[in-house]
């Protein structure tokens, strides 16, 4: 089993403020994807990262596939309350499997 | 969610019963998952299922849990004598097959047992 740690676990902050969540692992990883999952809802993509140092853009959310293609970031620049949610890694093992991380509950006071 | 399709919403069952979820995947999609969720957790891999296979049920427990993906139809998650453990919500994922394609989810199923 291949594990991907996020941090931080939960995460509140003001509209308006920054933030970085980060997902690691000791493997190596294909493809790295990030869902973002709301209450009652199923983890909907928001990016799929294939090549070591890769960054992609999302409107405010910047991506990073780290060097090595063990780790990734996600940033967010001034968040909004839409922005509220669950936050999930998930790494491509190049076969057609895919190993969750541990989310990061993101909460955006008004 | 658009186009992986779950159903029940929600299924209620009594310690004992059985309980069948089912899931239409995207419209090209050959390939399936399962996965169950516990509150405040992630997600964890239960079977991975093309048509008419099972790829990779390692996930799943050997007991009560069944899986299927026939060759027309939804798939079918299937777990007999239930017990309050089950209590989870259970999404399906398709994807077209090939390495590193991405995958869709479903609403989930929430299960409830009591």
């Known amino acids: 089993t291949q594990l991907l740690e996020q941090s931080p676990q939960f995460l509140s902050i003001q509209e308006g403020e920054n933030l970085t969540v980060y997902c690691n692992s000791s493997?190596?990883?294909?493809?790295l994807q990030w869902y973002r999952q709301e209450p009652g809802e199923g983890p909907v993509l928001l990016v799929t990262?294939?090549?070591?140092?890769e960054v992609k853009k999302l409107k405010r959310l910047t991506f990073q596939f780290g060097d090595a293609r063990k780790d990734s970031s996600l940033h967010i620049t001034a968040a909004q309350p839409g922005d509220t949610g669950l936050y999930l890694c998930?790494?491509?093992?190049?076969?057609?499997?895919?190993?969750f991380g541990t989310g990061t509950r993101l909460t955006v006071i008004p | 969610n658009a186009g992986v399709m779950q159903n029940p919403r929600h299924l209620v069952r009594r310690r004992g019963q059985e309980a069948r979820l089912r899931c239409s995947p995207m419209k090209g999609h050959s390939h399936v998952y399962w996965y169950r969720q516990l509150p405040e957790e992630g997600l964890k891999f239960m079977v991975y299922?093309?048509?008419?296979?099972?790829?990779?049920e390692s996930g799943m427990p050997k007991e009560r849990f069944s899986a299927e993906f026939p060759k027309e139809g939804p798939s079918i998650l299937r777990i007999q004598q239930v017990v309050r453990g089950d209590s989870a919500a259970y999404f399906c994922a398709s994807a077209q097959g090939q390495a590193n394609q991405p995958q869709h989810f479903g609403d989930g199923t929430r299960l409830s047992i009591l």
């Open positions: 990262v294939v090549t070591g140092g």
């Open positions: 493997s190596v990883f294909s493809s």
């Open positions: 299922l093309q048509k008419e296979n099972i790829i990779d």
């Open positions: 998930a790494g491509g093992d190049g076969a057609n499997n895919l190993f």
